[in-house]
């Protein structure tokens, strides 16, 4: 739980540990609004689940103190995002912060092709990873390749999209696209994907993230606005994991990391909390069935 502070404090030492949701402002990293957190919290200890391009906006959950080792749970999760797809401009970066590569006469292009081609999306597709991209290939990011000015080819990745709405924007030539897709997508490649499967070239502008998992937009908060207030304690990092209520025996045996035979319904991860709610670990299935720490945040018994 979040514990009391002042930021003005230079002699502070305590930790605050949980998880903030923060609305990630256009114009930075995510590594910036690390940094920000930083600050703002007092600790160095602190994380982000999940890369937001610079100029996106949105959700990126962020993790304090211990909660930090609960990241790894939230990456894989689900995303939703919105955005705007300009056909007729193919970009160098997939949006439109690249150089212009090529121009498409676009002009007879209709709502009903740009939601038919979009329909061909869902499901199970292959997607190759674009050059503006964290993805590592030879121990090198790949946008540390595109910035020297080198392509390197980019074996294509599993990814699925879940759903696709789309709509008309203001402009014409430009659609409003609502998707639900998994861990990994990027949906610049997906406009891009779409422009070309409609018979041109297509870039993304204005990407934001309306969700990860259960943590929506509704509930993150600007960073300016950002405190103590807005911490959530690290269960509810988990929250989407089957809780278990440990007794004073299991509150021990957890403490130590100790693999159990325990007869937890399903397959895990389950959420371990003690009888206030507080999370003491997080447990996954072994190979011989029992059940094994994943990630133990309370201490030993002493």
Known sequence: MPSRWSPADPFRRLSTDGLVIVDKPAGCTSHDVVG??????????VGHGGTLDPDATGVLL??????TRLLRFLAPLPKSYVAEVVLGTATSTLDDSGEVLATFDMAGVSLDDVVAAAAGFVGDIQQVPP???????????LYELAREGIEVERAARP?????????????????????DCSSGTYVRTL???LGAALGGGAHLRRLRRTGVGPF??????????L???HVAPPAAAVAHFAPVTADAALVEAVGYGKVLDAGWPGEGPWAVLDG??????????????????????APAAT
């Open 36 to 45: 920000r957190c930083r600050r703002i919290f007092g600790q160095r200890k």
């Open 191 to 193: 406009a891009a994907d």
């Open 216 to 225: 929506t937009a509704d509930r993150a908060v600007a960073l300016d606005d």
């Open 131 to 141: 050059m503006v991209s964290a993805v590592s290939i030879g121990g090198r990011r």
């Open 159 to 179: 990814v699925t999209i879940h759903r696709i709405e789309v709509s008309l924007a203001s402009e014409p030539g430009v659609y409003r696209v609502e998707v």
């Open 276 to 297: 206030a709610g507080a999370l003491l670990a997080v447990y996954e299935r072994a190979p011989d069935g029992r059940v094994k720490p994943a990630v133990v945040l």
């Open 227 to 229: 405190g103590p207030a």
């Open 62 to 67: 962020v993790g304090l103190g211990r909660a």
